[in-house]
């Protein structure tokens, strides 16, 4: 019955998977895909391995991944489906995956954030006045720890003023996302707890992949790196079934 699966090969569902995954993938640098297996494992309804590697992907909320690399082993396939070019799990898959985030992405991401806030009223010497805040920069550093820093301006007298926080980030106990450990607030504290404190939320976000969607595919934080300018993620990797095209 799978005297013609030599001619299948991994050439042939190679092709197959990166057709599929470009459709899902679209705002990217660059693809690779690499399925690895073999005649007799395919026989028996199983792939090696499934290796993924992305450049220059943009995600949900125009988060911009410097790259991303998810290798899944011992896929579960049905072996008549692949036959007709249908890579259909039998079973759902896990494997790990590599995340590299640069501080300039998400800066952009957290800049694009503010221009859905609104304006604050705050108290300031005693009188209402109202602020907001025009930019926001993120700054990686080597001590582990995120910079956030921004501009506000008075809209009564059009003065800026410098606001900034210093946060660690942690993943919590049970793996399910990122807690901020420990908030320093630096220059204009009061200004600072009151519109900076809506930028945390969307810094979580960004750390805990929610951005990522890619259908039949899941990614749980394991543990993550910062170095200047640099967050490196590693998380678990899960697909429960391989997208259509």
């Known amino acids: 019955m799978f005297f013609k699966l030599d001619n299948l090969g991994e050439k042939t569902i190679n092709k197959i998977a990166e057709v599929a995954l470009s459709t899902k993938l679209e705002k990217r640098d660059k693809l690779a895909v690499k399925v690895k297996t073999d005649p007799n494992l395919l026989a028996k309804g199983t792939l090696e391995s499934l290796v993924i590697d992305c450049q220059g992907l943009m995600v949900e909320n125009a988060l911009r991944m410097e790259s991303i690399n998810i290798t899944l082993n011992s896929i579960a396939v049905s072996p008549f489906k692949a036959l007709t070019g249908n890579i259909q799990l039998t079973q759902p898959s896990h494997g790990k995956a590599c995340v590299l985030l640069k501080e300039k992405d998400i800066t952009r991401v957290l800049d694009r954030a503010i ?24 700054n990686l550093l080597d001590t582990g720890k995120i910079l956030i820093q921004g501009i506000v301006k008075r809209e009564d007298n059009q003065d800026n003023k410098n606001v900034s926080l210093e946060i660690k980030p942690e993943i919590c106990r049970s793996g399910q996302g990122i807690i901020i450990d420990e908030i320093e607030y630096l220059e204009e504290p009061n200004l600072s707890s009151i519109l900076l404190n809506p930028i945390l939320q969307e810094a979580k976000n960004i750390l805990n992949l929610k951005n990522f969607k890619v259908d039949g595919f899941s990614l749980k934080v394991e543990q993550f790196n910062i170095k200047q300018g640099a967050l490196h993620l590693q998380a678990e990797a899960g697909m429960t079934h391989f997208p259509e095209f």
């Open 115 to 138: 221009l859905r806030k609104k304006q604050n009223e705050i108290v300031i010497d005693e009188q209402v006045v109202k602020v907001s805040l025009k930019q926001v920069k993120c």
